[in-house]
């Protein structure tokens, strides 16, 4: 702009005079941030009215509910079933005496004679041996055919033996068959559980208290034959009855488990 002195207006600088400082004071960039704020506030309405709303759930949409899975239910082991208890058969000897307790006569009572009490813990002394022995030669041969007869021994304390008919002493033993009426003083409850003798391990044996209170059935099988025995108890409390019945291996014409029913019927016969 020309200066109404006529002279040409030049730059402070180019006239000699110093410049002015110039200003660099922040307060003149105020307007321009304010501007470019409300700017920005504008455009973020205006865009927000544009946009759609959230939809409220209503109706069946405002009961639905995150479905909740359910936790898996714990798994066990199914524990395998156990085997149900069994009653073992009851095989050889053992067998034999449940299949015998069955043919023997129930309600036996056999009484020691008084005059035996003289000889309690004593060995008796007959005349004769058979003195103290039953007759029964004769009802056993009713009972099982054949004859009979009686070859040693003698009761209480000891045993009356009988064989068939032919003895021979010299028989060889696994050949041999006999029967046998014993009797022992005492207190019955201990003899009562006296076994036959046997060569392989423990007789078996079996209650058999239908024949007679506390009575027992005892037997074996082993190298020397078959043997089997009814114990049973005097009903006055003097003592043990045993009635035997013994085979050899090699002897086959008489079993044991046959001659004693019919041995403890001839006996009973005798003392009942």
Not at 160 to 174: A, E, L, R, T
Request: hydrophobic share 45%; net charge neutral.
């Amino acid at each position: 702009m020309g200066r109404h002195d006529g002279l040409i207006a030049l730059p402070a600088t180019l006239a000699g005079h110093e410049a002015p400082p110039r200003r660099t004071s922040w307060v003149r960039w105020v307007p321009v941030v304010a501007l470019a704020a409300t700017a920005f506030v504008f455009s973020w309405l205006v865009v927000g009215a544009a946009l759609p709303s959230t939809p409220t759930p209503t109706g069946l949409d405002s009961t639905l509910v995150p479905r909740q899975t359910a936790a898996a239910a714990p798994t066990t082991a199914t524990p395998t079933p156990l085997a149900a208890p069994t009653t073992p058969v009851p095989t050889g000897m053992e067998a034999s005496l449940i299949d015998l307790a069955d043919r023997l006569p129930t309600g036996v009572r056999l009484t020691a004679p008084p005059g035996w009490a003289r000889w309690a813990g004593g060995h008796p002394t007959y005349a004769r041996d058979v003195d103290g022995c039953p007759h029964v030669s004769r009802r056993l041969g009713e009972s099982l055919g054949g004859r009979w007869t009686y070859v040693y021994g003698t009761m209480p304390h000891d045993s009356c033996v009988w064989v068939p008919v032919p003895w021979n002493p010299k028989q060889p033993v696994d050949q041999r068959f006999t029967f046998a009426i014993g009797f022992w003083q005492g207190e019955a409850h201990q003899l009562l559980g006296a076994a036959p003798a046997c060569d392989a391990g423990t007789p078996a044996t079996l209650a058999v208290p239908d024949v007679a209170p506390g009575a027992v059935l005892s037997g074996c099988t082993d190298g020397a034959g078959t043997r089997v025995r009814l114990a049973l108890a005097d009903p006055g409390g003097t003592g043990v009855w045993y009635l035997d019945a013994a085979s050899g291996p090699n002897q086959h014409a008489y079993a044991p488990a046959t001659v004693l029913p019919a041995l403890v019927q001839a006996t009973a016969a005798w003392f009942g």
